[in-house]
């Protein structure tokens, strides 16, 4: 059984353009999570989506950066006219549900974002 | 608001030692708590958690922690650190959707 995948774990942008990170949960997880990890911090939480729905994007910057979860295919988060201040670890976590609690978040192995 | 504090940025040990490292947390009722060491470049990896139940929960790779919700406290031990432990490790809290994570501990280990 596949982890949670992510792809590319690196992406080098130039300020200005577009930054599309993708995340492929584990097999019969419908959960998605996303949380940008900065160089000596831990990771923040940006938002949280089921298929097709976005749950809670109460950690996501209101402008520039937009995520989905479509019916089919990977989790995208989207970040347009990147900054130097995007720069980050971006990782995608996923679970089989959010009930109880206790479920734990299976992570991927981060996209490491760089904005020249 | 609900908070996850690791005091120690930073903390060096000898193989063979004992490890202990601090987590405390911030969270009006009692939580579920987690765990999780972070190898340079990689993902993060569950260790352990608690939701209930016994207070002291053993995990992966020998480690165990203890929550004491006198203390709102989930302390990461492991009674003798192996070279390979050396990482990053989270502690975190989950709330509703959210998981809200400290700032992590990072091991040193020498020989």
């Known amino acids: 059984n596949a982890g949670v995948m992510q792809n590319p774990r690196h992406l080098v942008r130039r300020r200005g353009q577009e930054a599309r990170l993708r995340c492929s949960p584990m097999k019969g997880h419908s959960h998605v999570y996303w949380y940008r990890q900065l160089p000596e911090e831990g990771l923040k939480f940006m938002v949280y989506l089921q298929k097709e729905n976005i749950i809670d994007e109460s950690g996501m910057p209101k402008e520039r950066f937009s995520a989905e979860f479509p019916k089919e295919g990977p989790s995208i988060l989207r970040i347009q006219q990147v900054v130097r201040g995007d720069s980050a670890a971006y990782f995608c976590a996923s679970s089989p549900r959010t009930s109880g609690g206790a479920d734990e978040q299976f992570f991927g192995p981060g996209t490491r974002l760089t904005v020249l | 608001a609900q908070s996850v504090t690791q005091p120690d940025i930073h903390i060096t040990v000898s193989e063979g030692a004992s490890l202990e490292l601090r987590c405390n947390y911030s969270y009006g009722a009692t939580p579920y708590l987690f765990w999780y060491v972070q190898s340079p470049g990689q993902g993060l990896q569950l260790l352990l958690k608690?939701?209930?139940?016994?207070?002291l929960v053993q995990g992966i790779k020998g480690f165990e922690a203890e929550f004491k919700r006198s203390q709102s406290s989930f302390n990461l031990r492991k009674p003798s650190v192996h070279w390979s432990d050396a990482a990053e490790y989270f502690c975190a809290v989950r709330f509703g959707n959210q998981f809200y994570f400290g700032t992590g501990t990072s091991l040193t280990v020498i020989p």
């Open positions: 608690y939701f209930s139940g016994d207070t």
